[in-house]
């Protein structure tokens, strides 16, 4: 199977699940990992401040992750990967980065999908985990080292406001979202050159779905191959077990879009007006880009001039 690199949008399930007693931690310990992520998980701190207590108090659990022999229980995002290649999780050269919510609830569960996927493999030793505070348009940013490890590190990339209060938080995230995933794009070119990006889109904050499936499709315009792939939560006793859907992605040209919305930045009406009334308005006198034109338009001026 082609390499991949994995990108998936973190909910809360996993943590829910837990509390359920669907998994191999216990609902007792998963109270502990709750108080952890309360009073021990300091979000703008360095990694370093609370990388010993994660060890011990959330890592400590990845063996009886690893040997869980029901994985895709445990979220739609461990599921995603699982599902990908049932024989082995996500290959020995594929990168997973996880796009977490910027609280501490939603941190704790997209470090749990983070210890799920590093030991997802059990014909490997867990893989190290990475921690970006802040999405990184730098593309030979690393992140900070949370775990050690072998083979491709699981990447956990924290993107403000990914749970919006308003419209401008929402705006917030999705420049954030867009930011993870330029790059994860760079990230694929520079690590695993022809892989595929695989863009799971089953979790987190429902609203971003349909932005994420954009933004994938001006990335396969102009950085193929992508795919955006859906997977529905089986059912808890595990008697279904859905596969992943493929979602179609529409024929877009990154390079027209960008020129059309260079011109609406300019206070000109695009020639093309595909994009009007959603990422510009125009009420016959005025043209203005709105928060989502303003992200596309600097989405795709990185990707096409990086073409």
């Not at 089953?202 to 795919?227: I, S």
């Not at 059912?235 to 020129?259: F, K, W, Y």
Request: charged share 25%; net charge neutral.
């Amino acid at each position: 199977m082609t390499p991949a690199v994995h990108v998936l949008s973190c909910g809360m399930s996993i943590v829910s699940n837990l509390k359920k007693g669907n998994g191999p931690i216990t609902p007792a310990r998963v109270l502990d990992l709750t108080r952890w992520a309360r009073d021990e998980l300091r979000l703008d701190d360095p990694v370093d401040t609370w990388r010993t207590s994660f060890q011990d108090t959330v890592f400590r659990h990845g063996e009886s992750l690893r040997r869980y022999q029901a994985p895709a229980l445990l979220s739609a995002e461990v599921g995603g990967l699982v599902r990908y290649d049932r024989d082995r999780g996500p290959g020995s050269d594929d990168q997973v980065v996880l796009l977490a919510s910027d609280t501490n609830a939603g941190m704790l569960a997209a470090l749990l999908n983070a210890v799920c996927a590093a030991t997802l493999n059990p014909a490997t030793s867990p893989r190290p985990i990475r921690v970006h505070r802040r999405p990184e348009l730098d593309a030979n940013a690393d992140g900070e080292p949370l775990t050690d490890g072998d083979g491709p590190p699981v990447h956990v990339i924290r993107v403000p406001n990914l749970v919006p209060v308003t419209t401008g938080h929402f705006a917030d995230a999705l420049r954030g979202i867009a930011t993870a995933l330029l790059w994860a794009g760079w990230l694929r070119r520079r690590s695993r050159p022809g892989s595929a990006l695989e863009l799971h889109i089953a979790g987190g904050y429902k609203a971003t779905l349909p932005y994420l499936t954009v933004l994938g499709e001006y990335l396969k315009a102009a950085l193929p191959p992508v795919r955006v792939t859906c997977l529905h939560e089986p059912d808890p006793d595990g008697s279904r077990q859905p596969e992943p859907v493929e979602i179609a992605l529409r024929r877009v040209c990154a390079e027209a879009d960008r020129r059309a919305l260079d011109q609406a930045d300019r206070g000109q009406p695009p020639t093309d007006d595909r994009l009007e009334d959603f990422a510009y308005t125009y009420d016959g006198t005025r043209v203005r880009l709105n928060d989502l034109g303003r992200i596309l338009h600097t989405f795709l001026t990185v990707i096409t001039e990086a073409t």
